[in-house]
């Protein structure tokens, strides 16, 4: 709902709608997840970026985390930051998520792998 909310410019909805989320779970990783994406998706970068390195601080292998965190890096103008999480991502996922490995690497100015 809250995503819904927050693609239709209702951001203020939407980031009360994940704050509530959060607090009835206890802050679980999905809650955050979701909180984070609204504040992406509304431009709130630092945002954003507290709460995928919340994420982060309790899975350091969060594929969304890992990934969005670098988006929000690199959106910041702060690609040198974002190597570390995209290449994490990449190492970690980058076989499983072939597509948004590619990304990582683009993003890092790395070729594709040469592979079968």
Known sequence: ???I??????SGPAL?????LERRTGGQA???L????????SGDLAGAEAEYRRV??????????????????LREQRPREAAE??????ALY??????LGRQARSALGQPAPHGP
């Open 34 to 41: 979701a909180l984070a994406a609204i504040r992406f998706e």
């Open 94 to 99: 980058g076989g499983t998520l072939p597509e």
């Open 1 to 3: 709902m809250a995503r």
């Open 56 to 73: 982060l601080a309790d899975d350091a292998d969060s594929p969304v985390a890992l990934f969005n965190l670098a988006q929000c890096l």
């Open 16 to 20: 009360r709608a994940c704050a509530d």
């Open 85 to 90: 999480p995209l290449g994490r991502f990449d």
């Open 30 to 32: 999905f809650a955050r």
């Open 5 to 10: 909310l927050g693609r239709h410019g209702e």
